[in-house]
């Protein structure tokens, strides 16, 4: 059963940053499309970032110019570095591929920003 775990989470200052990290468990991760998502308390979950299987990445206008995607298909991994955090960046983060997977969500990890 192939499974997303999520990591580096926590709690930063306003303008501090975080390195989020999402090890994927079996063989398709090096043939999907993964993003970042992420739902803030009281709104609907959004993708935040996406990156394709050769590197193509795409970002929310809310993050754009703050947030890295990039993935290391040899350990099964998708990272999000997120830098000038702000307040409303606050949220649970999830990571999954951009297709399929409908209704799977793993834990997730939370990122609070707060002075």
């Known amino acids: 059963q192939v499974q997303f775990v999520e990591s580096g989470g926590g709690l930063v200052q306003p303008g501090g940053s975080l390195r989020l990290s999402c090890v994927a468990s079996g063989s398709m991760f090096s043939v999907s499309a993964m993003g970042w998502y992420r739902q803030a308390p009281g709104k609907q979950r959004e993708l935040v970032a996406s990156i394709s299987t050769v590197g193509v990445t795409n970002y929310a206008d809310s993050v754009k110019g703050r947030f890295t995607i990039s993935r290391d298909n040899a350990k099964n991994t998708v990272y999000l570095q997120m830098n000038s955090l702000k307040p409303e960046d606050t949220a649970v983060y999830y990571c999954?591929?951009?297709?399929?997977?409908?209704?799977?969500w793993g834990q997730g990890t939370q990122v609070t920003v707060s002075s």
């Open positions: 999954k591929p951009t297709v399929g997977f409908l209704g799977y």
